[in-house]
């Protein structure tokens, strides 16, 4: 990977396109598994394990999850009772609802919105038996890259098959979520305002698409769209409008 990143930054052959077979074959994939088709998250989850595994022993252990691990608390507090039941979970990134919403803050506010355990769903405690109950998740940690997974896909009852979800959702360059998280429950991290670097497109159907990347590399306001052995520079306004979806992905 180190290697990629440094072909991808200096002049190595403007006539050729950075190769990526020496990182796929680090994972240990065989030619066949190269070729298979993969969803993002899936390969983020490869990439992740397979970073982690290689700094183990180094200097630089523990890079990743100092850059990219937060903490989440799942949370069931009793209505009538002083009861509350929490479990700790550590993610390298969020996976939020499409459906539904038309902004990343609503899918934020849906994600940490607590849903209520009553009637036939209420919840069944070890002392105090069943109880009406709210469920939500608490952030507690926020780490200073935010990787966000969106959810576009849900079951179909009628077809019995998985579809994809194709509708425009927006996302602007600066996502603060300070207004958004309940002021009682802050995250103890003081990170709370992010600044979008990079949109992965995923075109095509449920079977079958292809991957394509709008990238931020620096500070500035220059976007590039990188598309297999393809990099040309985009405007801003193009690059938030085709990553944010509909018909065209």
């Not at 100092?66 to 009793?78: A, P, R, W, Y």
């Not at 109880?131 to 009852?157: C, G, H, M, T």
């Amino acid at each position: 990977m180190q290697r990629i990143f440094h072909n991808l930054q200096v002049d190595h052959n403007k006539n050729e396109a950075v190769r990526t077979y020496e990182l796929l074959q680090a994972f240990g994939w065989t030619k066949n598994e190269r070729y298979q088709q993969q969803d993002i998250s899936e390969f983020n989850c490869v990439l992740r394990d397979a970073l982690e595994s290689q700094m183990e022993n180094t200097e630089v252990k523990g890079t990743y999850k100092n850059l990219f691990e937060g903490k989440s608390q799942n949370v069931i507090k009793c209505i009538n009772i002083d009861y509350e039941s929490t479990s700790d979970e550590k993610w390298s990134f969020l996976q939020l609802n499409v459906k539904g919403n038309n902004t990343i803050e609503d899918s934020f506010k849906q994600y940490i919105a607590p849903e209520k355990l009553e009637k036939d769903n209420q919840y069944e405690t070890a002392a105090h038996g069943k109880q009406d109950a709210i469920k939500f998740i608490r952030l507690l940690e926020l780490p200073p890259v935010l990787q966000i997974s969106l959810n576009r896909y849900e079951y179909d009852f009628t077809t019995h098959i998985m579809t994809k979800i194709n509708q425009k959702f927006q996302f602007q360059e600066i996502l603060d979520l300070e207004p958004i998280l309940p002021k009682n429950e802050k995250p103890s991290s003081s990170i709370n305002r992010y600044h979008l670097h990079s949109i992965l497109v995923h075109s095509g159907t449920m079977n079958q698409g292809h991957y394509f990347a709008y990238i931020k590399p620096n500070l500035d306001d220059r976007w590039f769209k990188f598309n297999d052995n393809k990099v040309t520079e985009v405007t801003k306004y193009h690059a938030l409008g085709q990553g944010a979806g509909g018909n065209i992905t």
